[in-house]
Structure formats: structure tokens, C-alpha cells
């Protein structure tokens, strides 16, 4: 079974940065895409960031420029980089990766809050 190991959220305030880090059980090269979903009380789980394998990475609307997603695959590890961080961006943030074969996998999710 793979697992996504999640760490990096925490307690921040407004405009302050942190790090998110994804640590599949397996190569990251086993995945395409590699994404980072996020979700918050009373509202649907939403796309974030998203990195396949080969292309363009895709970022939402409401964090475009702010947060950065990254591969290291020396470290075997998926980052998202996230700066100018506003309240609304306090959620659960969940690591999700598919393989070619179609199969899902989701991280535990990490807290992220950002404080006014």
C-alpha cells in the first residue's frame, strides 16, 4: 500500500510563508500527477496545485503566484511552497497522487492556519 507522508503546516501568521513536503512510500516518478489538494470547514476539497510528470504545472486561480508546487527527486519529495499566505488560506491540506494505472492515493492531510 503506498503511503504519502505529509509535513510542513502549522500556525502562521498573515502574510508568512511555509513549506509543505510530500513523501510518497514510493518513486515519484511511479505518479503523474502529483497534487496538492486543500479543504476547509463547510467547503469542498479544491485543487491547489497540481505537477505531472511531463508539462505545465497548474495552479489555482486563488493562489496563481503566491504558492510554488516542486519536485525534488534527489529527495524523493513533492513541496508546496506557499508565500503571502492570507486567512483564507487556513485549511486541511492533502497530498494526492495517481498512477498510470489509474490508482488514487491520498496523504493523512496536514493543518494549515493563518492567523490575522
Known amino acids: 500500500q503506498v503511503q504519502l507522508v505529509e509535513s510542513g503546516g502549522g500556525l502562521v501568521q498573515a502574510g508568512g510563508s511555509l513549506k509543505l513536503s510530500c513523501a510518497p512510500s514510493e518513486s515519484i516518478f511511479s505518479f503523474d500527477p502529483i497534487s496538492w489538494y486543500r479543504q476547509s470547514p463547510g467547503k469542498q476539497r479544491e485543487l491547489v496545485a497540481r505537477?505531472?510528470?511531463?508539462?505545465?504545472?497548474q495552479y489555482a486561480d486563488s493562489v496563481r503566484g503566491r504558492f510554488t508546487i516542486s519536485r525534488d527527486n534527489a529527495k524523493n519529495t513533492v513541496h508546496l511552497q506557499m508565500n503571502s499566505l492570507k486567512v483564507e488560506d487556513t485549511a486541511v491540506y492533502y497530498c494526492y497522487a495517481n498512477t498510470p494505472g489509474g490508482i488514487e492515493y491520498w496523504g493523512q492531510g496536514t493543518q494549515v492556519t493563518v492567523s490575522s
Open positions: 505537477s505531472p510528470r511531463v508539462g505545465s504545472r
